[in-house]
């Protein structure tokens, strides 16, 4: 009988009523999650009965529930002034960014409640400071239902990947379109966290793995970071969740769906994503990804014990992760005094594959009389391992020369609160200046068919280089490069950037004509134009060579319109422009 009492108080070591620390997934049998109210009375509850958690609210979503923040610090360093100044690891855990996904939330409720009042991991939070989002995604972690996730197993009700306004957060890091993440940038740049979780579930195939991860490892990367994750993470935290009963593998994206075999391929992140945009901001970033076949508890447990791991490697070695993030700081800065610094700012999967033996299952494959295709079937009760190839490295397939500084005119209002809520350092003109600079003008504009995350993205374009001598009004922004968070700012500007915001629309109304010719009148102005300009009329003659142009009055009318003083000069030319050190100097003594 005494085992007994000694196995329950091991397993719930406050199972009275009024101290009962059991979260509603446990109490459950791991049946349940909690909606928003009940999550934060137990939050609430868990501060008030210690002193080392201190709950903030951090924003609004767009239906006016509150965002919220839990802080856990053994020496109550509650400010990010206080644990930067005390030397303190900051370790960033976000869960609920896909509500339908919510083990982290779960997970990380219990992790805090033995932190603290169950007492069980005693001196994990001496020199680490957590800094915890249990749900991001308020608005639709209420949408709950459950029908919310086909493909997952459990638990009974959770809620809707999207916000309110029908954004996926994770794709909405770089524009900051929803007022989540305008209020997680604020929050983001208050702390300057050392580390980023974000914790998430699959969708897809079924393998033996109950969790996998994903890390920026290639160019997008410092590489201090990466050597730190390789070592850190690769080396110790992921081998020792291992450890724990758990199978962890990298990030599974299959080439085809429906044979496995076929191999691997790395779905590529960016900035868009969480762990993209850590690699912008010199930190790096943990995607976890549970597997959705397994159970609800199994998916919790793992997701707690990776934790766990994580927090146990910066108590032994902290000092390793807070000096990679000051190398990779300090590298930025020292590019921004090399001459000609380039920059590589998109990537694909390299064509050479590693060799990778896939944890899968057994599985069959039959013609679908429902879908005309394949249809696998898995049978997770024969566990199976596949030799595949597996396009896991990134390599750039954009690369640009950085200049010194960025300057945005101030009619550029949606750029310029991007780079307020971004936190990146700036200035303003306090009066008018002309600079030499390099822009860019954009021509043959073509936009996705259909919108995505609200917005009709640009997804074709040419833009030629600019070099002109531009007068600056008063109020026009400059934004430095040398900078930590120099490479977050080529993201948002640099057209060949697949985040940047010409891509997601911010200057779509420069490629608007606004003034206009009548035909009778360019009738008149091309014979005048063809009469004084013989190779005029010989590149006339090349493009009627084109049918479809040969065919529209309107387009053989406004070859001439475009090659005319009438012509607006400044179509398609961006807002932004690039310009030297030098000229950064000059302006820099103009606001002191």
């Known amino acids: 009988m005494r085992a007994i009492a000694l196995l329950s108080a091991l397993l719930l070591p406050l199972a009275a009523p009024a101290g009962d620390w059991r979260t509603d997934a446990e109490a459950s049998g791991y049946r349940r999650t909690p909606d928003l109210a009940a999550t934060m009375a137990w939050i609430e509850r868990l501060a008030a009965a210690t002193d080392t958690v201190r709950v903030e609210r951090f924003g609004t979503s767009a239906e006016g529930r509150p965002l919220h923040v839990v802080v856990a610090s053994a020496d109550r360093a509650f400010t990010p002034e206080r644990a930067h100044a005390r030397g303190h690891s900051v370790l960033w855990v976000q869960a609920g960014i896909h509500p339908g996904e919510i083990e982290g939330k779960d997970a990380g409720l219990a992790l805090l409640r033995d932190l603290t009042v169950a007492a069980r991991h005693r001196g994990l939070l001496d020199g680490t400071v957590l800094v915890f989002i ?174 766990l791991e994580l927090l146990r490697e910066l108590d032994s070695n902290g000092a390793a992760l807070r000096a990679a993030v000051a190398t990779a700081e300090a590298a930025a800065l020292a590019r921004a005094a090399q001459e000609a610094p380039r920059l590589a700012v998109a990537f694909r999967p390299a064509d050479t594959p590693e060799d990778f033996v896939l944890r899968g299952v057994a599985f069959t494959q039959e013609r679908s009389d429902v879908s005309g295709d394949t249809w696998i079937r898995y049978d997770p009760s024969r566990p199976q391992r596949y030799e595949v190839p597996f396009r896991r490295a990134m390599v750039p397939v954009a690369e640009v020369a950085l200049p010194a500084a960025y300057v945005l005119r101030p009619s550029a209002a949606e750029a310029i609160a991007r780079v307020a809520a971004h936190g990146l350092a700036h200035f303003r003109l306090a009066a008018a200046a002309a600079v030499a600079a390099r822009g860019w003008r954009v021509s043959g504009p073509t936009w996705a068919p259909l919108p995505f995350e609200g917005r009709h993205a640009l997804v074709s374009f040419e833009a030629a280089d600019l070099a002109r001598s531009v007068a600056l009004p008063a109020g026009s922004l400059v934004v430095p490069l040398d900078q930590p968070a120099a490479d977050l700012a080529v993201q948002l500007f640099e057209p060949a950037a697949p985040d940047s915001l010409l891509r997601w629309g911010f200057f779509d109304a420069h490629f608007e004509r606004k003034e206009y010719a009548d035909p009778r009148k360019l009738e008149r102005l091309a014979r005048d134009m063809l009469a004084a300009d013989p190779a005029l009329g010989e590149a006339f003659a090349r493009a009627l060579a084109d049918p479809a142009f040969a065919a529209s009055p309107a387009a053989r009318l406004d070859f001439f319109h475009r090659r ?24 820099r003594e103009q606001v002191r």
Do not use: C
Request: charged share 25%.
């Open 134 to 307: 249990p749900v991001f995604n308020v608005d639709g972690h209420e949408r709950s239902g459950p029908h919310n996730r086909v493909n997952q197993d459990g638990p009974e009700s959770v809620g809707w990947r999207a916000t309110a306004q029908n954004l996926n957060l994770n794709r909405d890091h770089v524009k900051a379109d929803a007022p989540e993440m305008r209020a997680w940038l604020g929050l983001w740049n208050r702390w300057r966290p050392h580390l980023l979780v974000d914790l998430h579930t699959t969708n897809g195939a079924d393998y033996e793995y109950d969790l996998t991860w994903y890390l920026e490892e290639w160019g997008n990367q410092a590489q201090a970071i990466r050597d730190w994750q390789q070592a850190a993470l690769v080396g110790r935290v992921f081998p020792a969740t291992d450890r724990r009963g758990h199978v962890l593998g990298p990030y599974i994206n299959l080439v085809d769906h429906r044979d496995p075999r076929a191999g691997l391929v790395n779905f590529g992140s960016g900035p868009r994503f969480s762990t993209g945009y850590a690699a912008l901001r010199r930190r790096p970033g943990l995607l976890v990804e549970t597997h959705m076949l397994k159970s609800y508890r199994r998916r919790v447990r793992a997701t707690y014990h990776l934790l």
């Open 564 to 587: 005319s003083p009438w012509a607006d000069p400044e179509l398609g030319v961006l807002p932004v422009w690039r310009i030297d050190r030098a000229e950064l100097a000059r302006l």
